[in-house]
C-alpha cells in the first residue's frame, strides 16, 4: 500500500464549478501536511499547508480529518487557470532528522471553459 | 530573489553512459532533497542533507546513484551506467531547517528539475 494515496482522475470540471480531492496517507505519526500544485511540466509549488482546524486560502479550502487519516481539497468557482496536477504531501516528523516529503500520485484536473 | 536552479535542464544519456545533475538551492537553506518523478507519478525521495551532512540516502534505488553536497551549497547527483529505468525527471528542492521555520510555515521549494532520457 502507498504511504500516500490519491485517485489520479483525471476530473474533467466545467469552469465555475466545485470540485473537492481526497487523499489518505498510512503512517499515523505524520504531522504535517500540504497541497502542492504542478503545472505540466514544471515542478511542484506550494499551494497551501492544511491544518489540523481546517484552513481556507480564497476559493481553497483544506480539512484534516486525523482519526480516518484523510486530507481533502476544495476549490470553489473553478477558473480556467486551476488546470494542473494537484498532489497530496505529507511530512513525516517521527523521525525528527529527516525531512523527507512523501507525495501522492497526483490529481489531474482540467476546467473546461 | 533567485530560486532552486538545476543543470542541465534536459540530458539525453546512451545506456551505460555515467551523468551528473547540478543543483543551487536558495542561498541560505540548509536543507536540500533530490526527488525522481517518472511519468505520471508523484515526486519519489531520493536523499536528504543538511549542510554537508547526507543524513537520509534511503530513497536512492541502487549503488549507481550517489550525491554529494561538499561546501553545504550546490550539490551533485551522479548516476552511473545508467540504465533505461532511470529515465525520469530529477528534482532538486531546498528549505529552511524545519527547526529554524516551524512546521506552520514550512515549505520546500523546488527546481525547474533535470528531465534525463536513457536511450
Known amino acids: 500500500r502507498k ?3 490519491q485517485d489520479p482522475g483525471p476530473f ?20 504535517s501536511f500540504f497541497w ?10 506550494l499551494l497551501m499547508s492544511v491544518y489540523s482546524s481546517g ?3 480564497g476559493r481553497f479550502t483544506a480539512q484534516l480529518n486525523r482519526a480516518s487519516q484523510y486530507i481533502s481539497l476544495l476549490i470553489r468557482d473553478s ?5 494542473a496536477t494537484y498532489l497530496c504531501v505529507v511530512l513525516d516528523l517521527s523521525n525528527f532528522g529527516n525531512e523527507k516529503l512523501t507525495f501522492g500520485t497526483g490529481t489531474r484536473l482540467t476546467i473546461i471553459p | 530573489g533567485a530560486g532552486v536552479s538545476q543543470s542541465p535542464r534536459y540530458k539525453v544519456a546512451k545506456r551505460g553512459q555515467d ?22 507519478q508523484g515526486p519519489e525521495f ?15 534505488p541502487s549503488d549507481r546513484f550517489f550525491a554529494e553536497r561538499p561546501e553545504g551549497s550546490v550539490s551533485t547527483l ?10 525520469a525527471v530529477y528534482l532538486c528542492a531546498s528549505s529552511l531547517n524545519l527547526r529554524t521555520s516551524g512546521s506552520v510555515g514550512y515549505e520546500q521549494y523546488f527546481g525547474p528539475g533535470t528531465r534525463l532520457t536513457v536511450t
Open chain 1, 3 to 5: 504511504e500516500v494515496e
Open chain 2, 46 to 60: 531520493l536523499t536528504y542533507f543538511q549542510n554537508e551532512a547526507q543524513l537520509d540516502k534511503s530513497g536512492l
Open chain 1, 12 to 31: 474533467n470540471v466545467p469552469e465555475g464549478a466545485t470540485v473537492a480531492f481526497n487523499c489518505t496517507y498510512s503512517n499515523s505519526a505524520s504531522q
Open chain 2, 78 to 87: 551522479k548516476i552511473q551506467r545508467t540504465q533505461q529505468e532511470d529515465s
Open chain 1, 36 to 45: 502542492y500544485r504542478q503545472d505540466c511540466r514544471k515542478e511542484p509549488k
Open chain 1, 79 to 83: 477558473k480556467l487557470s486551476d488546470s
Open chain 2, 19 to 40: 551523468v551528473a545533475l547540478r543543483c543551487d538551492p536558495i542561498s541560505g537553506h540548509v536543507s536540500l532533497f533530490w526527488y525522481q518523478q517518472a511519468l505520471g
Open chain 1, 55 to 57: 484552513n481556507e486560502d
